[in-house]
């Protein structure tokens, strides 16, 4: 069983892990499934608005299908997440 698999097993187990699907997002993005990759960040971020990795990999995405003001927002959103945390 390959790693999508796996992953797919366990968000079987749990929809409510925002973890596992950026993980499925991740193993998307690997195998050029962008649309599938997209989804599944969305569902991370929906679970989990303070996600910053998700949105930063949106952000990748639409970049890369140069989506470049679509990109921008990711990234503001990311930042600004980030802004949040302690430099330590």
């Not at 079987?12 to 989804?39: C, F, M, S």
Request: net charge negative; hydrophobic share 45%.
């Amino acid at each position: 069983m390959g790693a999508l698999e796996w992953c797919e097993k366990a968000l079987a187990g749990n929809k409510l892990r925002p973890d596992y699907h950026y993980l499925h997002a991740t193993i998307l993005q690997e195998q050029d499934r962008w649309v599938e990759a997209t989804a599944a960040l969305k569902c991370a971020i929906y679970l989990d608005p303070e996600f910053a990795l998700a949105h930063f990999s949106l952000g990748n995405i639409a970049r890369q299908q140069l989506r470049v003001e679509e990109a921008e927002r990711h990234y503001a959103n990311a930042l600004k997440l980030l802004a949040a945390f302690q430099p330590e």
